[in-house]
């Protein structure tokens, strides 16, 4: 189980910090991903971290303002967002994906979370 959380509203420029937190013992067998999907658009990917946090990749436009990072002794993978834009505003979901390979397709993670709303005002 999956538990995302820290979206809300933020102006153009600012900053959020989500979380998401995972049940069960294993959570470093597990390569985490953060999707967004903003309205009216398909859901897309963001950013992901093997299980050991060694190997990140994001999509061209956040990088450099997104990071993502993991403390697998909490269960719990971050999205440090910083210059935040109106064009980040969507849902934000975290997933995971049983293995040590990263991905960026949706359809390569296994488990999702709920989603927390994100909203970056100009």
């Known amino acids: 189980q999956l538990q995302a959380s820290g979206g809300g509203l933020v102006q153009a420029g600012g900053s959020l910090r989500l979380s998401c937190a995972a049940s069960?013992?294993?959570?470093?067998?597990?390569?985490m991903g953060w999707f967004r999907q903003a309205p009216g658009k398909e859901r897309e990917f963001v950013a992901t971290?093997?299980?050991?946090?060694?190997?990140?990749y994001y999509r061209d436009s956040v990088k450099g303002r997104f990071t993502i990072s993991r403390d697998n002794a909490k269960n719990t993978v971050y999205l440090q967002m910083i210059s935040l834009k109106p064009e980040d505003t969507a849902v934000y979901y975290c997933?995971?994906?049983?293995?040590?390979?990263?991905?960026?397709?949706?359809?390569?993670?296994?488990?999702w979370g709920q989603g927390t709303q994100v909203t970056v005002s100009s």
């Open positions: 997933a995971a994906r049983r293995g040590r390979v990263t991905a960026t397709e949706e359809r390569q993670f296994d488990y």
């Open positions: 069960g013992r294993t959570f470093a067998n597990y390569v």
């Open positions: 971290i093997s299980g050991s946090g060694g190997t990140t």
